[in-house]
């Protein structure tokens, strides 16, 4: 049962770096999430996307992020030239529909130095 | 905008003991409503959701969970806690045909043995 896979699991950067944050949804699944987790705040959604579609974004901010999900290949994250404000953990999930449960990553520990 | 609000961010029980764990939630139209849980050194999952059904939901492992529409509350509960329910628990909307989903910060239950 493979379920939602991120790696790294860990990625340590140094300001002005950039950040790449990968995802391979369930299979069968192509809708994709990505959430951002600070301490104490819980998960604040980024951007939902389909396969080859971002459908809405409207939880990243408009500088330094993207996010895409090509037709192969795992959703990506970027994060270019990391603050020390984007230290979180960055969470991945996927959905069989629209409207479905979803199923979550383990996460990946953002770390910028 | 909708948003999910969770009254504590912790709480400690004894084992036995009947645990509530508080949800409200903002947006006055139809909702889906999730509880999500991540146990220590795992990824979030979901306990239970409501779907528009019976508005007492019933989940994995003893949790039920009571949707009251006139309170826009969604509290979790379970008349007995085991050790093993320490965890982080989630509460989530989604606005019904919606795109994403909405986290509550997350309250961090500990059950003493």
């Known amino acids: 049962n493979a379920g939602v896979m991120q790696n790294p699991r860990h990625l340590v950067r140094r300001r002005g770096q950039e950040a790449r944050l990968r995802c391979s949804p369930m299979k069968g699944h192509s809708h994709v999430y990505w959430y951002r987790q600070l301490p104490e705040e819980g998960l604040k959604f980024m951007v939902y996307?389909?396969?080859?579609?971002?459908?809405?974004e409207s939880g990243m901010p408009k500088e330094r992020f993207s996010a895409e999900f090509p037709k192969e290949g795992p959703s990506i994250l970027r994060i270019q030239q990391v603050v020390r404000g984007d230290s979180a953990a960055y969470f991945c999930a996927s959905s069989g529909d629209r409207v479905g449960e979803l199923f979550f990553g383990s996460g990946t520990q953002l770390s910028v130095l | 905008a909708q948003s999910v609000s969770q009254h504590n961010h912790h709480v400690i029980l004894s084992e036995a003991a009947s645990l509530e764990l508080g949800c409200n939630y903002s947006y006055g139209g139809t909702v889906n409503l999730f509880w999500y849980v991540q146990y220590p050194g795992q990824h979030l999952q979901l306990l239970l959701k409501y779907f528009s059904e019976d508005p007492l939901v019933k989940g994995i492992k003893g949790f039920e969970a009571e949707f009251i529409k006139s309170k826009f509350s969604f509290n979790l509960r379970k008349p007995s806690v085991q050790w093993s329910d320490t965890a982080e628990y989630f509460c989530a909307v989604r606005v019904t045909g919606g795109f994403k989903t909405i986290f509550g910060a997350g309250t961090r239950l500990f059950v003493k043995a």
């Open positions: 996307l389909q396969k080859e579609n971002i459908i809405d």
